[in-house]
């Protein structure tokens, strides 16, 4: 944990590059390792050698101005993160540097240790979750059609009805417009509905892979809950993790695997949203189990206080688009159940004794001699 943070700095002004530089060697546990160019070239060249971890970056450079500057890190260097430095306090920028793929923005002037260290890592932990929401959503596009084309059928059929409807009320001699003007109301609102859906699936559409390495489940885990942590912190929900120290490894997708460990985590928070904030705890475990025909696996589970599922969702809770919060997507279980089942392993929701769910899964472990 403790391993120094490799920040790469492209400033061409060399006062600023100092004070960038003596703020953080203050900086220990991690403790971060500035290198300096002044240029973006000479910047694109340093990224492509690898070793970086996150990228603080003057947008105003002798080569490259503005914008574009991000846009040719990006084009270059699309899974850093980014952290843009500038010399003006202007709100409208941010955002649009923000949206423009950076990961945080920062005024000078106000970019002291704490200001730098705390957006550095929020800049590496942000980014590392927009990666792994990526990752997951593209494995499960293809499972998914089915249910996208049952999602968007049901307003479309609803446009075809209030339509109907709509010129029945026009017809005849003394037309109704009140009751035609409602119709069309409502058409409107469902070809929002589905343009909507239309426009989430979309954003799976991304590229990545499932890649398959030997990996410790509890790295995996600690991952997930350090991208989580924000949200916990904000929740006032207590943590616990409770890791088995010899597990075995297990053979899947680092990142896939971290977003199912987030989702649950994201889930057993937001269900003790209503329990009263001294009791809302979520306690995270890894165990060694015997897997079908008594070869190794793990077990994680994540365990709530929260307000539990009534009896009859609790199968259709793990659906596409089954959701009862108000913004969401339902896509997190659908999601994770694939994932861990193209992992070989199982997912399911138990209710606890006195409160809440514990949701666990079941990955096999690597097989030590395959012959
Ligand atoms: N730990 C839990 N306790 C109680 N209910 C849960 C829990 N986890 C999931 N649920 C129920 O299952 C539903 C589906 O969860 P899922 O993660 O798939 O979608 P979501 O959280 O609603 O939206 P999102 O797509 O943003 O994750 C939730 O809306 C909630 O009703
Ligand atoms: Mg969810």
Known sequence: MSRNINVLLIEDNPGDA??????????????????????????LDRLADGGIDVLLLDLGLPDSQGLATLAAVHASAPHMPVVVLSGAVDEQFAVEVVQASAQDYLVKTYANRHVLTRSLRYAIERKRGEEAMRAARVLTMGELAASIAHEVNQPLAAVVTNAEAALRWLAGVTPNLLEAHAALVRISQDGNRASQVIRRIRAFLKKGDGQAAPLDINEAIQDAVSIARGELVKSRVALRLDLASQLPPVVGDRIQLQQVVLNLVMNGSEAMSSTAEGSRELVVTSRNVAGPEGRPAVVVAVRDSGAGIKPEDMNRMFDAFFTTKATGMGMGLSMSRSIVENHGGNLWATPNQDLGLTMQFTLPAERANPS
């Open 18 to 43: 100092r004070l960038v530089r003596e703020a953080l060697k203050e900086a220990s546990d991690p403790g971060y390792r500035v290198e300096w160019v002044r240029r973006l070239s000479l910047g």
